[in-house]
Structures are given as C-alpha cells and as structure tokens.
C-alpha cells in the first residue's frame, strides 16, 4: 500500500500476493528472482542489456494461470507438482514480486539519464529494502506466527532472501527457521581486494552506490548480525550461521551458471567486454564465477548448520537456478545425490546441513534433451 511506502521501480504501486490454507501456520516465503539494474540501460528495460525484471511495474492479475514464469516457476510454489514434491506444498505461500533491479536491497531514487540523449531521465527507485519491510509488516499483523518458515527464492530472489533472513526470521519468530538461497551469491568481495582473487569487487563497488547501500540497508543488517563486515559483503554467510545456530540454511548453485556469473563480470571487466568472439567471453565468465565458487563451497563447509550444494549444469535457463520448473538434473552424479537430497536436508535433516559439489560436468552434458527444458527456454 501506497501508505507503507512500497513502490515498485517506476514508481507504480507494490503488490504481493498470498495463497493461505487452513489448520496450518507453516509458511514460505518465496522471492521472485529476475536480474537487476544499476544504469539507464538496464533499468529501462533496453534491449541488448541484461537488465531487470517488471520495469513497468506489477499488475494485479500477475499471479494467473495466463502466467506460468510467475504460477509455475518453481515446485516451492505449485501446490500440486506432477513429479517434484516438497513440504511446503502444503503451507500458507508468500510470493513476493520482484520489480525494482536492487535484489530486494536497495534504498535509493536514482535519477538515470539517457546516454543518447534521446529520452527524459529516468527516474528509478531502488526500494527493495523498503519493499521487503513492508511485505514483513503485513504479515506479522495478518498471519499467524509461523511455526516453521522458509525463505527462499532463485536469482534476485535467493540473493533477497538471504541477505533479508536475519530480520525476517527476527520479526515473524517462527519455531522452526529455513533458507534456501538458489543461485543468488553473495561472494566474497573485501573493498580493495585484488580482482584475481576477488572477481566480483567491481560489481559489488557499483551497487553499493547504485542501491545506496552504504546509507541505511548495510548498517541495518550489522545492528542485526554482529559478525557482518559492511566492507565485504560475502562477511554475511558466517554472521548468519553465529547468529542463528538453531536455523538450518543453504545455498545451491550450479558451477556452469552463465546468468548471475555474467551480471557479475559481464560489464566491469574489459577482457570480457572486448572479448573477440562469444565462446571467449563465455570462458572468461566462468574462469570468475569459478574462483567465486570454490571459495563459497570451502566457506560453507566450515559452517555446520549453513549448507552448500554446488551441481555442474544443467540445459535449462543457462544452467542458473536449480530449484526453477523442477528439482531434476540438479544430481551430483559422482556422490549419487539428487538436489532433493539437498533440499530434505535443510528442511528435514538432523546435524549438519549437507555439503556436496561435483567435480565434473560431463555426465550432466551427455544426458539427452529435456523436452520441457527446451520450451521454457523458448518462451
């Protein structure tokens, strides 16, 4: 509502939507994922540029069965799936729609201007950060206190729900707290680091001030997690677990993802920029994400109760998120797990949450195409 200021990026009215089901107060809370947005370009929706979801806003009929990238994305959120079930299936859902480019972080009116000079600037605001406390306010007053909760989400919305969790966990108190962050990483990054070690510095620089990051959303989550270093962002999957011990978390992403790899690094390195052919480019965007993600597995695997679960590829979306229109090829062959495994893990398992990643991709390449796969990546 326009009263809790809750915008989307354009300006437009925020929307959420919640499906309840009766005698249960279990609850997930699913954030919709789909790219970001730091300049004229990708803000408005330019062709050619990887930009971000719902420039134009959110309509009131975006949960339709007319709207399968919304009502079918992801097994978490389909009540009745043909072959991928969960617990959650059966809980009250919270889908929350992405529409302001910030991964639900951001604090900041920017004003863009238009580098051809052709169109008014564009007026944008990163209210991600405002959006979540909105959406969490209405629930804490509408629904009951969850006895267990998940955050979850792919992309933007893993990204959302994790760096959201601590003070969504803090405000709806459920019994039981999970997360599941898929294919949103937040690596390390430490301010003036080198590039070799720490590939993804540049992007985090850039959103920092984009988003306004520095004015309000970082010091809001270090009042919450002691352990969190403003100065390097990936600080916050160590401060989550000190924090919240009880809590059974994840993270999950492919090795060969070229989606949030090439937001990453796409735009920030020349190499990359001026790569001679599309093959090149695509080599050097993996040598990164590669650095970043052996980092983040061996992290998590000193964190007992804060998961890892890093399969090869899979021929769906550009090998980015695993838990979108199925559980399935998101198997780690070599250790007989299937993402499954995983998942029970985090929302049913006793100890420490699973750690698996696999060595190779060769077994994953070598399946025969998925006919399902290759419509939604048609659509």
């Known amino acids: 509502a326009p009263s ?4 989307c990026g354009n300006g437009s009215q925020y929307k959420f939507f919640v499906n309840r089901v009766p005698n249960t107060r279990n609850t997930i809370i699913y954030m919709e994922g789909g790219g970001a947005c730091w300049d004229y370009g990708s803000c408005s929706g330019q062709s050619g540029i990887r930009g971000a979801r719902n420039p134009n806003g959110i309509p009131d009929d975006y949960m339709g069965l007319l709207s399968p990238a919304t009502s079918l994305v992801s097994p978490f959120v389909v009540r009745v799936h043909p072959w991928s079930s969960v617990k959650t299936q059966n809980w009250n859902m919270v889908y929350v729609p992405y529409c302001t480019g910030d991964v639900y972080t951001g604090d900041k009116v920017a004003v863009y201007s238009d580098p051809s000079g052709q169109n008014a600037p564009l007026v944008w605001h ?30 933007a919305g893993g990204t959302g729900s994790f760096n959201s969790y601590a003070h969504v966990r803090r405000d709806m108190a459920p019994t039981r707290g999970f997360l599941i962050n898929d294919s949103g990483p937040t690596f390390d990054a430490p301010a003036g680091a080198n590039l070799a070690l720490y590939p993804s510095r540049l992007l985090h620089t850039q959103i920092r001030s984009a988003w306004g990051l520095d004015q309000g959303p970082l010091p809001y989550l270090a009042g919450e997690l ?9 600080t916050l999957y160590g401060s989550l677990s000190a924090k919240l011990p009880g809590d059974r978390l994840g993270h999950t992403h492919f090795w060969q993802d070229l989606n949030y790899s090439a937001y990453s690094y796409e735009r920030f390195f020349p190499e990359i920029v001026n790569a001679p052919d599309q093959a090149t480019k695509e080599a ?8 970043d993600t052996a980092r983040l ?27 979108i ?21 985090v929302l049913n398992g006793q100890g420490a949450v699973l750690d698996a990643s696999e060595t190779s991709d060769a077994a994953d390449r070598a399946k025969p195409p998925n006919l399902i796969y290759q419509l939604v990546d048609s659509l």
């Open 126 to 155: 990163h209210n991600g950060a405002r959006n979540t406390r909105a959406v969490v306010a209405w629930l804490k007053n509408n629904l009951p206190r969850p006895t267990q909760m998940l955050s979850t989400g792919c992309s």
């Open 4 to 7: 809790t200021g809750a915008v």
């Open 297 to 323: 597995n061996q992290k998590l695997q000193t964190l007992p109760n804060f998961g890892g679960y890093f399969p090869q590829y899979r021929a769906l979306n550009e090998s980015h998120c695993t838990t």
């Open 325 to 345: 229109v199925d559980f399935n090829h998101g198997d780690i062959q070599e250790r007989s797990l299937q993402l499954g495994h995983f998942i029970n893990s």
């Open 226 to 234: 002691p352990g969190f270093d403003g100065n390097n962002l990936g």
């Open 284 to 291: 050097l965007i993996h040598a990164k994400w590669a650095v």
